[in-house]
């Protein structure tokens, strides 16, 4: 069953009406208003301080939820229409590539990003296909372990 992340809220809904997919209007949270729910194939609950990024197709940022800002010092201006892997220099983009590449997902990604103040930050990648015709990911930072 198909469960639905706003990649602002977190909050989780699971399309048990077929409410979100239906007809071609653009889906909404309905706990925060945000324009855009991530479509997943299988459940996943992100933790308090994870944030989340929506990338097209290209890995260009479409989206920036809550959360971000604390982790990386970018504010969704900052961010939106870069590359994902470039804006925040993630030191290891290759699953960034395989999810994108293979449409699997990646969980629990070590990697090191750039923080805006320049500050080298570890953290944690969950990383989702979209499974909608235009493609595109899904990246869940998380602070580093
Ligand atoms: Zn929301």
Request: aromatic share 8%; proline share 6%; hydrophobic share 40%.
């Amino acid at each position: 069953m198909p469960v639905f992340i706003c990649p602002n809220c977190k909050e989780r809904s699971i399309d048990l009406d077929g409410r979100e997919g239906f007809g071609t209007q653009a889906v909404q949270c309905r706990s925060c208003a945000f324009g855009f729910l991530f479509q997943l194939l299988e459940d996943y609950y992100p933790a308090p301080s994870t944030g989340m990024v929506v990338c097209d197709a290209e890995s260009r940022v479409l989206a920036v939820g809550r959360g971000v800002f604390e982790l990386t010092g970018f504010r969704e201006g900052d961010l939106i229409g870069r590359d994902v892997a470039e804006a925040l220099a993630i030191s290891d983009p290759g699953p960034l590539a395989l999810v994108r590449e293979w449409g699997v997902r990646q969980l629990g990604k070590s990697a090191a990003i750039t923080t805006r103040a320049g500050i080298p930050k570890d953290v944690v990648l969950d990383l989702f296909p979209a499974y909608d015709d235009d493609g595109g990911m899904l990246v869940a930072l998380s602070p580093g372990r």
